[in-house]
């Protein structure tokens, strides 16, 4: 099978923890178990107004979540963190998903993202950022299918990254480096089942002058033609 282009998903803002963990400076993963999405803010609705896969459909729509100063003592531990945590507290990514399901063991199928998610809610794909962000990496992330929605990344979620046998090459983010390195991490998930359901795979992409670049120079790439 040939590999499809992915579908730009949408943005999204998440509180970046620094580790301790091996050579992993701060976890970038799609999942939110290590990197905080946004929560609401009591009083405002730019959070509700995501997409299907629930991410923003444009960079602004996805700054309007952002907390202030203000919010810190309003909201829960990810408007705090988001507010007074350390550098770089937040980073802005912009996500990418292959239309691949990996749900049987012979290998993935073709997909109809939007099929996938919530009918109800706005649909994919959203507008991509111009001029291009950086990829930052690669992510196989379970697929909740009893809510419609991603879940876990099994490779920080569940250990794989610090794990010897585990899938490789892995960069300072807690993401692979190749779209085929997270397709065959993807069919290992799939197989062993660290979180049950089914496996998509993601590109993560960060902004130019994302503080995230400076943690590992010269790494991240440009976006495929």
């Not at 905080?36 to 997409?51: K, T």
């Not at 109800?120 to 111009?130: D, G, M, R, T």
Request: glycine fraction near 8%; charged fraction near 20%; proline fraction near 13%.
């Amino acid at each position: 099978m040939s590999i499809p282009e992915p579908i730009f998903g949408g943005y999204l803002p998440k509180v970046i923890y620094p580790l301790e963990w091996d050579r992993l400076i701060h976890v970038a993963s799609v999942s939110g178990c290590l990197s905080d999405g946004p929560s609401p803010i009591e009083g405002r609705l730019a959070y509700w107004q995501f997409n299907r896969a629930r991410f923003y459909h444009t960079e602004e729509m996805a700054r309007a979540v952002l907390p202030t100063e203000e919010d810190a003592d309003r909201g829960d531990s990810w408007v705090h963190n988001a507010v007074c945590g350390e550098d770089p507290a937040v980073a802005m990514f912009g996500y990418w998903i292959y239309p691949l399901l990996f749900d049987q063991p012979d290998g993935p199928r073709r997909i109809d993202l939007n099929a996938m998610f919530d009918p109800n809610i706005a649909p994919l794909p959203a507008e991509p950022p111009i001029p291009a962000w950086k990829v930052l990496g690669y992510d196989a992330v379970a697929f909740e299918n009893d809510h419609g929605c991603w879940g876990c990344s099994p490779l920080t979620c569940n250990g794989y990254v610090t794990d010897e046998d585990g899938p490789r090459p892995v960069n300072r983010y807690g993401l692979l480096r190749t779209p085929e390195a997270a397709f065959e991490a993807a069919r290992l998930f799939q197989a062993e089942q660290p979180e049950p359901g089914t496996y998509l795979v993601f590109r993560v992409e960060v902004p130019p002058d994302s503080p995230l670049l400076s943690l590992e120079p010269g790494k991240a790439t440009a976006r495929p033609p």
